[in-house]
């Protein structure tokens, strides 16, 4: 685990703090933004206890922030920073992407969800769309809410149908329905087990431990795949 206190540098638009534990990747974004005016690194580290204090010393407009932390998840330090300092963004920028997390990090107060993989353009546009409180386009890779507003997770949902089998996409239609796996074999002329194989693979899409979970996991997403 690494440390690294606050960057002096003069106020600007958006004044970013990075949290991430991978060193590399904090001097990689350092570097990437400090290509634009618009955008200023203030700070960077590696862990929950030092991004907490650097939020509250610092008062960044935008935290960039990983959700796995040496001391802690990412999503709940979102939740902390939030509480004690409200004014301050976060966009959560992860190498997973996976539906669960995006309700978990949208629900925590995080402004938007990104993936590590997208290009860096696309990373400049997100911090620009947060910035101005307003929402990403329905492509999958992010979900924003605007001003404190509840939750939108249309583009989870959308994400998840574009990547879902037919089959899969049937069974998570017919659990929705509240149809047992029996009944969903009938309807759908299938064996119990292989309706069984289907429901893992969408618990295992959706980061769901149970059935259960995965129903309430799909309504929370607004699915309604027919």
Known sequence: MWRSEAINFPAMPARILIVDDHQIMCEGLRLLLGKYAETEVIGACGDSATAFRLSGELRPDLVLMDVDLPDGSGIVLTRRIREAHPAVKILVLTARLEPSLVIEAIEAGASGYL?????????????????????LPNDGTAAVHENGAPPALADAAVHLRQILPEREAQVLALLLRGLRNKEIADELTLGVKTVETYRGRLMKRLGCKSPADLVRHAIRLGLAIS
Not at 115 to 135: C, D, F, P, Q
């Open 115 to 135: 993936v590590k993989t997208n290009a860096s353009a696309e990373l400049l546009a997100t911090i620009r769309t947060v910035m101005a409180g307003g929402a």
